[in-house]
T-cell receptor
């Protein structure tokens, strides 16, 4: 199976701290994406990193990709209460079919 | 910012009934998808649609499911005879040419009773 698996499953931090979530996958990929989902809501695309990229930044988000270890990390710096959500990685090998992990539930305590 | 719109937001149906979930993708997108998420579980791929035909589908997408793009703007998912286990959040997504990120709709929560 190609599915990404995130860890930790749940993370609770204080506002202002950094949050790091990891994603591991099993097969070679074309690209990897991170999504955010607020409880009971849709998926919001955060960032895409291609297999030939190692690091990408978007605002307070930093994503790394290590294809040799088949892993990625999402760092949210200076977290805010509004960052409370579930975060998913999704991997694509070919075509446009993405495989989602089970997600990391992040709680930022004000 | 362009959005993918899904209707209804919540649908309750009797087991065995047919349901149609509707989506309006972003207008210049070419690739269309349905995913589902059973409560507490992973988001699962159902089907992708390009150039007016199914390009990929998962084993979940059996003969009870069908998709259609009837009028060039709507993209629908039909479940012919719903089962209790079809209860889930159904997400529509669309993507543009050469763009590998999707835009997801906010989902339709389907409850089969």
């Amino acid at each position: 199976s190609q599915q990404g698996e995130e860890d930790p499953q749940a993370l609770s931090i204080q506002e202002g701290e950094n949050a790091t979530m990891n994603c591991s996958y099993k097969t070679s990929i074309n690209n990897l994406q991170w999504y955010r989902q607020n409880s009971g809501r849709g998926l919001v695309h955060l960032i895409l990193i291609r297999s030939n990229e190692r690091e990408k930044h978007s605002g307070r988000l930093r994503v790394t990709l290590d294809t040799s270890k088949k892993s990625s990390s999402l760092l949210i710096t200076a977290s805010r209460a509004a960052d409370t959500a579930s975060y998913f990685c999704a991997t694509a090998r070919t075509g446009n079919q993405f495989y989602f992990g089970t997600g990391t539930s992040l709680t930022v305590i004000p | 910012e362009p959005e993918v719109t899904q209707t209804p937001s919540h649908q309750v149906t009797q087991m065995g009934q047919e349901v149609i979930l509707r989506c309006v993708p972003i207008s210049n997108h070419l690739y269309f998808y349905w995913y589902r998420q059973i409560l507490g579980q992973k988001v699962e791929f159902l089907v992708s649609f390009y150039n007016n035909e199914i390009s990929e589908k998962s084993e979940i997408f059996d003969d009870q499911f069908s998709v259609e793009r009837p009028d060039g703007s709507n993209f629908t998912l039909k479940i012919r005879s719903t089962k209790l286990e079809d209860s889930a959040m159904y997400f529509c997504a669309s993507g543009g040419q050469g763009h590998y990120g999707y835009t997801f709709g906010s989902g339709t929560r389907l409850t089969v009773v």
